[in-house]
Nanobody, 124 residues
Framework: QEQLVESGGGLVQAGESLRLSCLAS????????MGWFRQAPGKEREFVAA????????YYADSVKGRFTISRDNAKNTVYLQMNSLKPEDTAVYYC?????????????????WGQGTQVTVSS
């Protein structure tokens, strides 16, 4: 069982940056591909970014490509989401998730463990 805890959310103005962190509790963090998803009020949860087990491969939603960067530090059991040039439409609860299967997935059903989420609000 992997427990995931997100942090780093907050209220920022458009154009500013935030870095989200997701700390995993287990001792097998390096065996999971990791993803970030978000859910805005009244909308379905959507894929943001994913990273492979080693961190050598990444995958982004078109809406965040060039602005967000996913990375991981397996020694610290942590995955990050650096968010630059934030827009009001980025406002959502952001979740990290762990996938026991290899590869990069944008489908939320592929992920086995989820964090509780952290709120990101971008004002215009």
């Amino acid at each position: 069982q992997e427990q995931l805890v997100e942090s780093g959310g907050g209220l920022v103005q458009a154009g500013e940056s935030l870095r989200l962190s997701c700390l995993a509790s287990g001792r097998t963090f390096g065996s999971y591909a990791m993803g970030w998803f978000r859910q805005a009020p009244g909308k379905e949860r959507e894929f943001v970014a994913a990273i492979s087990r080693s961190g050598g491969s990444t995958y982004y939603a078109d809406s965040v490509k060039g602005r967000f960067t996913i990375s991981r530090d397996n020694a610290k059991n942590t995955v990050y989401l650096q968010m630059n040039s934030l827009k009001p439409e980025d406002t959502a609860v952001y979740y990290c998730a762990a996938d026991r299967a290899p590869g990069l997935e944008r489908n939320s059903y592929a992920y086995d463990y989820w964090g509780q989420g952290t709120q990101v609000t971008v004002s215009s």
